[in-house]
């Protein structure tokens, strides 16, 4: 019986542990995000005030758009750092399947079966990256590089050996979904207002959405209370896939061309910046929609205003990289990684 007892006790006590962490690891993320929507707002300022090419209408227009991109991807990166994953091949995927939807289409292929062909190929190979990392559990981030490579240079291989594909004029009407609507608001902005909305009613009003978080909070428990977790991470990853798929295709309607090279810039990082500044945490089971919108404005911002200062590659990408240092060791002392945390999932 005292066994028994003691047993009930340590339980309730880590049961009370739990809780209290994961309310504390609640209110930091909410806590984030406030300085970071009050760190845009004071860049946004700031830039209004000292340079001058800033608040035109051309430059907030790109601003805008470069935003809704950005943000998209951020959507499908999120789901999958939610659940203590990562996904390094998201970049490498849009561009590799946008660009086959492009030829698809200048060979003339009715719209529904293009469009529909990229999207099949972006969740394949999400579900593939799922498949790698639940149940032959190699770790995320080797699996989803490989994934990536692999897809890339398949594309180059078989069916586009350059680097750049145009949209076709016949195909002028893709462009729509990159211009304004008649009171000038950019249609990109509005697509990712629609996704980003889909995903938080996904993330907080559906069981699969709440599972997710319990998921990266911790694995272990969720795997006791019989939740499919290796199912859950190949719908994760396929979701991320097809995110970024709807991303490249807003990028393909703005530019009307889709460079395979995209893949190989810093575009991955700037995602991954965007949901670890915003609030959501690498160890899983914190943060959301707001999340990524706060760490979108901000990284928009700062990439705009690099932009228009004219900074070298070289510069941009030491600012890149100390600002994604910063957020990643911010989230490390927020949320520290240890023997007693992992039990816990923070």
Same mark, same amino acid.
């Given at each position: 019986?005292?066994?028994?007892?003691?047993?009930?006790?340590?339980?309730?006590?880590?049961?009370?542990?739990?809780?209290?962490?994961?309310?504390?690891?609640?209110?930091?993320? *909410?806590?984030? #995000?406030?300085?970071?929507? !009050?760190?845009?707002?004071?860049?946004?300022?700031?830039? !209004?005030?000292?340079?001058?090419?800033?608040?035109?209408? %051309?430059?907030?227009? !790109?601003?805008?758009?470069?935003?809704?991109?950005?943000?998209?991807? *951020?959507?499908?990166?999120?789901?999958?750092?939610?659940?203590?994953?990562?996904?390094?091949?998201?970049?490498?995927?849009?561009?590799?399947?946008?660009?086959?939807?492009? +030829?698809?289409?200048?060979?003339?292929?009715?719209?529904?079966?293009?469009?529909?062909?990229?999207?099949?190929?972006? /969740?394949? /190979?999400?579900?593939?990256?799922?498949?790698?990392?639940?149940? +032959?559990?190699?770790?995320?981030?080797?699996?989803?590089? *490989?994934?990536?490579?692999?897809?890339?240079?398949?594309?180059? !291989?078989?069916?586009?050996?350059?680097?750049?594909?145009?949209?076709?004029?016949?195909?002028?009407?893709?462009?729509?979904?990159?211009?304004?609507?008649?009171?000038?608001?950019?249609?990109?902005?509005?697509?990712?207002?629609?996704?980003?909305?889909?995903?938080?009613?996904?993330? +907080?009003?559906?069981?699969?959405?709440?599972?997710?978080?319990?998921?990266?909070?911790?694995? #272990?428990?969720?795997?006791?209370? %019989? $939740?499919?977790?290796?199912? $859950?991470?190949?719908? #994760?990853?396929?979701?991320?896939?097809?995110? %970024?798929? /709807?991303?490249?295709?807003?990028?393909?309607?703005?530019?009307?061309?889709?460079?395979?090279?995209?893949?190989?810039?810093?575009?991955?990082?700037?995602?991954?910046?965007?949901?670890?500044?915003?609030?959501?945490?690498?160890?899983?089971?914190?943060?959301?929609?707001?999340?990524?919108?706060?760490?979108?404005?901000?990284?928009? /911002?700062?990439?705009?205003?690099?932009?228009?200062?004219?900074?070298?590659?070289?510069?941009?990408?030491?600012?890149? %990289? *100390?600002?994604?240092?910063?957020?990643?060791?911010?989230?490390?002392?927020?949320?520290?990684?240890?023997? #007693?945390?992992?039990?816990?999932?923070?």
């Amino acid at each position: 019986m005292g066994a028994r007892q003691t047993l009930g006790a340590v339980t309730d006590s880590d049961s009370s542990k739990a809780k209290r962490a994961t309310a504390r690891g609640r209110l930091l993320p *909410a806590n984030q #995000e406030f300085a970071v929507f !009050a760190t845009v707002a004071v860049c946004f300022v700031a830039m !209004a005030l000292t340079m001058p090419s800033f608040l035109t209408l %051309g430059n907030m227009f !790109a601003l805008t758009r470069g935003i809704s991109v950005l943000g998209i991807l *951020a959507l499908g990166m999120g789901i999958v750092v939610i659940a203590r994953g990562i996904d390094l091949s998201q970049v490498a995927v849009l561009a590799s399947t946008c660009g086959i939807t492009v +030829v698809l289409l200048n060979n003339g292929i009715p719209a529904p079966v293009a469009l529909g062909a990229g999207l099949f190929i972006a /969740i394949g /190979i999400g579900c593939l990256n799922g498949l790698l990392i639940a149940f +032959v559990e190699i770790p995320a981030l080797f699996a989803t590089l *490989a994934t990536g490579l692999l897809t890339l240079g398949a594309t180059r !291989a078989l069916v586009l050996p350059q680097l750049i594909v145009y949209l076709g004029p016949e195909n002028a009407w893709l462009q729509q979904f990159g211009g304004n609507l008649s009171i000038g608001l950019p249609i990109p902005v509005i697509v990712f207002a629609v996704v980003a909305l889909v995903m938080h009613v996904f993330l +907080v009003h559906t069981v699969l959405g709440r599972s997710i978080y319990a998921q990266g909070d911790n694995p #272990e428990t969720a795997w006791l209370t %019989g $939740m499919p977790v290796r199912p $859950m991470i190949v719908t #994760e990853y396929a979701l991320s896939s097809a995110i %970024g798929y /709807i991303g490249g295709l807003v990028m393909v309607a703005s530019t009307s061309l889709m460079h395979l090279q995209i893949a190989d810039s810093s575009l991955i990082f700037d995602v991954i910046l965007v949901v670890v500044l915003g609030g959501i945490s690498l160890t899983g089971g914190r943060g959301g929609v707001s999340s990524v919108i706060a760490g979108t404005l901000l990284i928009g /911002i700062l990439l705009n205003g690099m932009t228009l200062l004219n900074l070298d590659t070289q510069t941009q990408n030491i600012i890149r %990289g *100390a600002v994604l240092l910063a957020a990643i060791v911010v989230d490390s002392l927020l949320h520290p990684h240890d023997e #007693e945390t992992s039990k816990q999932g923070l």
